[in-house]
């Protein structure tokens, strides 16, 4: 039934469509991956971003690379960039 409603079927184009009418979705599902790709590729977006200098400085810190005094230090001429 559903082919004799297919093959009666004239809706001006010529009948049946081909199999070109899934050319629209695939381009959009395309679209939608490069877009992906694209994003995941520049580093994950806005909230990805790379650590500031005084997280840096607090992690050498707290590993025990740098002492007390040379923190203090490094901190203030840090903190003095920034106004």
């Known amino acids: 039934?559903?082919?004799s409603i297919i093959a009666t079927?004239?809706?001006g184009w010529g009948g049946a469509?081909?199999?070109w009418f899934l050319i629209f979705p695939l381009f959009w599902l395309a679209?939608?991956?490069i877009g992906v790709w694209w994003f995941r590729r520049r580093?994950?977006?806005p909230w990805h971003r790379e650590p500031?200098?005084?997280s840096v400085l607090a992690e050498r810190y707290a590993s025990g690379d740098i002492s007390a005094?040379?923190?203090?230090?490094?901190?203030?001429?840090l903190r003095e960039?920034?106004?």
């Not at 005094?69 to 001429?77: F, H, P, Q």
């Open 1 to 3: 039934m559903l082919t």
């Open 52 to 54: 500031s200098a005084q």
């Open 17 to 19: 469509p081909g199999p």
């Open 43 to 45: 580093g994950g977006g």
């Open 69 to 77: 005094d040379e923190y203090r230090e490094r901190l203030g001429v």
């Open 81 to 83: 960039d920034n106004r």
């Open 31 to 33: 679209v939608l991956a």
């Open 9 to 11: 079927h004239n809706d």
